[in-house]
């Protein structure tokens, strides 16, 4: 049981408990979260309405300043501290235990809230404008990695923290058996965590004493090399976690177990071993990279990454299959989806989010994995498309519906405007869903990732793109503004709820651990599977994904054999 000092706060709504402790840490990084998704947001909207070359907003110097500011405030702030509240809230909460050296937890969130402030006030004084990818031998002032490494150092806290949780619970015996399916994934995003945080430090760090003078050379393609380790694995650790709350969120709703655990820990095992080595797939152009390295990385070890999101694409609406037929939803194949609650945006922001990723981002991940089709879209605007797919309509949509449950759980505030937030994720996800095919579109057209304006005007040399190019950035800058309205809503109703939300009973503090398990606490911290029972609504929709897989695969294919006559 927890020790005398230990205090928890059980929340009558859930009977989950909250250690007094973690609880305010869990807050802080979510809001520190929020507030960094409405500068990463706000950026959003002037990047995309200069990509839509109708109104081309802001001019080449600003444009790079802000994409370098979207992509890392995005990318790694949003996505990082909201990844460490969740990593708080499945040791300490799911587990009924005490957070361990919560003083190490206020100085790991004071590390990335002062690194976020450093490398932004080096970008927005215009010091480092380098893209998020900050190449060598490009230059940033040392302030820009100076707080990309103290921001890093703090995550590597949180994961540290994280891990030394789950070692009081155990020591402490406040869960029996084996952790729960949700919290063994944080556990998986907690890990690649790890691997991605020090493959940063490896490269950041002497870039950082190469910037202020104390190494003189950085050898550009052995940069790329290991950044990409850091770069492209920060997706595998919001894979990982999007992932656990899609198993969250499907026991919150219906009070749904997975069809077996034992697949569904296997298949986050699988991210352990081969999801980090898709970053393969920023350098397959790279000369300075082996052959075996990439024939490797683009055969057995996809393979088993896809293989792990193949079962979670399987395992999760199969669970909320079985759990609405064992309600009475029996009628048909998809009886059991046309009576989900629709209207519920933890639901329905979940579900988007788990279409969304696998039929937009893993399919187009799997495609710009193959060697030889990667060569098509290299570099174009195809691959910010896929990264949109997998870590805005995946991670981004699924920490969103997770919020609409905590706010009430958490915050103790009843959401206000919950019209609002019924239309929210179908606003935000449809938009976004539009945006990234029209990015892809453009990508495989030839459109550059990276350049300010694609007519290159006043150029000696110019080059003309076909008009259904500019047709698929204007669709961006419609979808993508859709997309930044449904984000507003997001944080309207969030920041609104916190400030002026009905305030709700938060239960009392008590030294002692209730055994009182309401629904929620139970789906969520319980163990056991649906065993033998079947899903046959969810099997005819992975006929469906492997259908378009083959046929997008094979399309790209026949695109490829179109560039054969210029060898």
């Known amino acids: 049981m927890a020790t005398a000092q230990a205090q928890f706060r059980i929340c009558p709504r859930t ?14 990084n979510a809001v520190a979260a929020v507030v960094s998704l409405l500068v990463g947001g706000i950026l959003a909207l002037l990047i995309t309405l200069t990509r839509w070359q109708a109104i081309h907003l802001i001019d080449a110097d600003n444009f790079y300043l802000f994409l370098t500011a979207h992509g890392l405030d995005m990318l790694v702030v949003w996505i990082i501290f909201f990844e460490i509240a969740i990593l708080y ?15 190490l937890a206020w100085l790991a969130f004071a590390l990335m809230v002062i690194g976020t402030l450093t490398f932004n006030a080096a970008i927005f004084t215009g010091n480092a404008t380098v893209m998020m990818t900050s190449y060598v031998p490009l230059p940033a002032h040392p302030a820009f990695y100076l707080g990309l490494i103290l921001f890093a150092v703090g995550a590597l806290v949180g994961c540290f923290i994280f891990l030394g949780t789950l070692v009081v619970a155990r020591a402490e015996k406040t869960y029996e058996g084996s952790i729960p399916l949700v919290t063994f994934g944080a556990l998986t995003a907690c890990i690649i965590a790890i691997f991605t945080i020090a493959s940063g430090a490896i490269i950041l760090i002497p870039t950082f004493l190469w910037s202020v003078g104390y190494i003189k050379h950085i050898d550009p393609a052995m940069y790329r090399v290991i950044w990409w380790a850091f770069g492209h694995s920060s997706q595998q650790i919001n894979v990982s976690a999007h992932i656990a709350v899609w198993y969250a969120i499907a026991a919150i709703v219906f009070g749904a177990k997975p069809m077996s655990e034992r697949i569904s820990r296997s298949a986050f095992l699988l991210y352990i071993l081969f999801l980090q080595l898709a970053s393969a797939h920023h350098i397959l152009a790279d000369p300075a990279v082996g052959t075996e390295w990439k024939v490797f990385n683009t055969s057995y070890a996809m393979y088993l990454a896809v293989l792990a999101s193949m079962l979670h694409g399987l395992t999760v609406p199969g669970a909320i299959e079985v759990a609405q037929r064992e309600k009475g939803y029996t009628k048909g194949l998809f009886e059991w989806l046309r009576k989900a609650p629709w209207g519920n945006p933890v639901f329905s922001g979940m579900f988007i989010s788990l279409i969304g990723f696998g039929f937009l981002g893993g399919i187009s991940g799997v495609m710009m994995g193959t060697e030889q089709l990667n060569m098509i879209i290299h570099n174009t605007i195809y ?16 920490f969103m519906s997770l919020t609409y449950f905590l706010l009430p759980v958490l915050f103790n505030r009843e959401m206000i405007l919950p019209g609002w937030a019924k239309w929210q994720p179908y606003i935000f996800g449809l938009g976004m869903g539009v945006f990234t095919l029209a990015m892809m579109g453009a990508g495989t057209l030839g459109v550059p990732r990276r350049h300010w304006d694609i007519t290159f005007a006043g150029a000696a040399l110019p080059y ?8 698929m ?16 809503m997001y944080i309207l109703i969030t920041v609104g709820t916190l400030l002026f939300g009905k305030k709700l009973d938060a239960g009392a503090y008590t030294t002692t651990v209730s055994p009182l398990r309401l629904p ?9 599977g649906h065993g033998s029972a079947s899903a046959p609504g969810t099997f005819v929709f992975a006929l469906v994904f492997l259908t378009a897989f083959v046929l997008y695969y094979f399309v790209n294919w026949k695109y490829l054999s179109t560039v054969w006559g210029l060898s």
């Open 15 to 28: 009977g989950l408990q909250f250690h007094k402790s973690a609880e305010p840490l869990i807050k802080l």
């Open 89 to 103: 809230f499945c040791s300490s909460t799911l587990l009924r235990c005490r957070l361990a050296t919560p003083r």
């Open 383 to 398: 691959v910010p498309g896929h990264f949109h797919a997998t870590v805005v309509i995946g991670t981004t949509l699924a």
């Open 464 to 471: 003309e793109y076909p008009g259904t190019a500019l047709l």
């Open 473 to 488: 950035l204007a669709i961006c800058g419609v979808s993508g503004v859709i997309a930044i309205v449904g984000g507003a």
């Open 520 to 528: 929620v606490q139970a789906a969520l911290t319980g163990h056991g």
